[in-house]
Structure formats: structure tokens, C-alpha cells
Nanobody, 114 residues
Framework: QVQLVESGGGLVQPGGSLRLSCAAS????????MRWYRQGPGKERELVAI???????FHASSVKGRFTISRDNAKNTVYLQMNSLKPEDTAVYYC????????WGQGTQVTVSS
């Protein structure tokens, strides 16, 4: 069975950092582009970052320069390093795999508050 399991969320102060992880299993990870989405309270789900199977990356303008997506194919894991966090980054963060199939994780909560 396909699984995407996010971890690393939590409560941090503005200006702080978190590193999210998404561990994948049940499919050929290296053949998939990996994405991070987020959904804040009362808001629609939005794309945060993409890393494709070649390692090319995209970050949304709202997080560019603060967040970095990366992947480790040997570990079947995609990461989102989040620095200089702002209250508006508060959201549930979801891992997504796009390729021959499409899969979603369950989400991990990130709360940025003082």
C-alpha cells in the first residue's frame, strides 16, 4: 500500500525554523515529482514547492528565500526546510507525489505564534 507520512510539524515562534519530512513507500519514489502544499485555517490548499525527478525545484513566491525543498532518493524522503517563519505560514502541510500515480499524505500541523 502506498504511504506518504509527514512529520516535523509543531509550534514555533516567528523567526524560527522547522524541517518537515515526508517518508514515502509503496511506489518508485525516484520516478515521481514531489510537492509540498499547505492549507491555512479557512483558506484553500496552495502549492508551496516542487522538486521533480531530476532535482529541479520551484518555490512559491510567498516562501521563496525562506523555504527549501529537497529530496533523498536513497531514503525515499522529501524535506521542506522552513526558516524565518511568519504567522501567515501557519497551516497544515501536505506531501504530494505526482507521477504514474498521484498520492497524498495525511498532513502535519505547523503553527507560528508568539
Amino acid at each position: 500500500q502506498v504511504q506518504l507520512v509527514e512529520s516535523g510539524g509543531g509550534l514555533v515562534q516567528p523567526g524560527g525554523s522547522l524541517r518537515l519530512s515526508c517518508a514515502a513507500s509503496g511506489f518508485t519514489f525516484s520516478n515521481y515529482a514531489m510537492r509540498w502544499y499547505r492549507q491555512g485555517p479557512g483558506k484553500e490548499r496552495e502549492l508551496v514547492a516542487i522538486i521533480d525527478s531530476r532535482g529541479s525545484i520551484f518555490h512559491a513566491s510567498s516562501v521563496k528565500g525562506r523555504f527549501t525543498i529537497s529530496r533523498d532518493n536513497a531514503k525515499n524522503t522529501v524535506y521542506l526546510q522552513m526558516n524565518s517563519l511568519k504567522p501567515e505560514d501557519t497551516a497544515v502541510y501536505y506531501c504530494n507525489a505526482q507521477g504514474p500515480g498521484q498520492y497524498w499524505g495525511q498532513g502535519t500541523q505547523v503553527t507560528v505564534s508568539s
